[in-house]
């Protein structure tokens, strides 16, 4: 019988591991936590990859509490990667090279706020976010601009709209922390109003179809785990969250993708708070998970996506490619979110776990958020 003192010792042991990989991953004669992606990165031909190696690396050390590098440098390093509308960029990306949607302006603003809440996410970890100005979000904090934005989401693509959606917010959620009075929190109310119009009951999820496709209601749980980050956040009424409950649990308890498996977790993880007569279920299912995971790790202590293809930068489809199954600080950060995450269910404040405060992956509105 697995105990619960035999499972906490191996996730000490397998952070413990993860620790020390992390440090292996430090960028030659660069400042101090600029991090490669993966063992495989050659970081003199794939500049690009820094960044998210860093950022990764970075939500990963803080979310394990280790400490992170004290000089400026670093803060510095990923600054320079900002552009003068205030977006972050992986430096040197060839645009023509990227593809999200047959749009070209999609597709910009897809990877702008993807990698732009990332390094946000990871500057918060640093301590200076709040010295960052966001000159793009002005328009976003006009109802009618943003009504209209949220108007064109194309809910046949869940997961990529999901992604969009909950950048948008953690911005939102930026400038209000810097300024409570101003309007980003109305705006983050319309966004909650805008979802509540269109929630299926099927699910509690956003999207069509779901009912009569298991890829639907995936496409659909995946985006919905950023969507409802929102909800979280603002502390709001989610309709049919007890749907949403049973569709994950629905879910099979295997590994996956590092994606996948902590969308799931992410979900389930918030409804055992947000509806205890559902907590032996998820339990059940979030321990379960846990060995799986624990098992994944890779000999070297870090953790692979997934085993077989090959990986790359979402949306830089003519970009950086790695063969699947080595250890990198993306799949290494997803896990540990899943495995903090299902620690805090099991087995509240065992752990100090740092979850990060701006929203996405690796928040957690019911842990110990830094």
């Known amino acids: 019988m697995l105990t619960d003192s035999f499972l906490k010792d191996r996730i ?3 952070k413990r591991k993860s620790l020390a990989w992390v440090t292996t991953m430090q960028a030659p004669g660069l400042p101090d936590g600029v991090s490669r992606v993966s063992a495989v990165h050659d970081a003199a031909m794939w500049q690009q990859m820094l960044l998210p190696g860093t950022y990764d690396s970075i939500m990963l050390r803080q979310l394990l509490g280790d400490a992170l590098p004290q000089s400026s440098a670093l803060a510095e390093w990923i600054l320079g990667a900002r552009t003068k509308e205030g977006f972050f960029v992986l430096p040197g990306l060839d645009w023509a090279q990227t593809y999200k949607r047959p749009s070209f302006a999609e597709t910009q603003q897809y990877m702008h706020f993807h990698t732009t809440n990332y390094a946000l996410g990871a500057l918060d970890a640093l301590g200076v976010v709040d010295h960052v100005d966001l000159p793009f979000v002005t328009p976003f904090m006009d109802a ?6 949220l108007g064109r989401r194309d809910m046949r693509d869940p997961w990529l709209e999901g992604n969009n959606i909950v950048n948008l917010g953690s911005f939102l959620l930026l400038l209000h922390r810097r300024d409570p009075s101003g309007p980003a929190m109305q705006r983050l109310r319309d966004m909650v109003d805008w979802h509540n119009q269109q929630s299926e009951p099927y699910s509690g999820f956003w999207g069509p179809g779901q009912q009569f496709s298991q890829e639907a209601l995936l496409f659909a749980l995946c985006g919905a785990t950023h ?9 709001e009424d989610i309709p049919h969250f007890n749907q949403s409950i049973s569709r994950c649990l629905e879910q099979p308890i295997a590994v996956r993708s590092a994606c996948i498996d902590v969308d799931v977790i992410d979900i389930l993880a918030h409804g055992a708070k947000r509806c205890p007569h559902r907590r032996e279920e998820i339990e059940h299912w979030l321990r379960t998970m846990a060995v799986k995971l624990l098992d994944f790790q890779n000999t070297d202590g870090g953790f692979p996506d997934t085993l077989t293809g090959e990986r790359g930068y979402d949306g830089w489809v003519n970009g950086y490619k790695e063969p699947q199954g080595h250890s990198n600080t993306f799949a290494t950060w997803f896990r540990w979110v899943s495995l903090a995450m299902i ?4 087995w509240p404040g065992w752990q100090p776990w740092h979850f990060r405060r701006t929203i996405g992956i690796g928040y957690f509105r019911d842990g110990s958020a830094v």
């Open 227 to 235: 969507n409802l980050h929102v909800f979280y956040a603002l502390d």
């Open 144 to 149: 009618q601009y943003l009504w209209a934005w």
């Open 343 to 346: 620690s805090e269910v099991l």
């Open 12 to 14: 000490l042991e397998a």
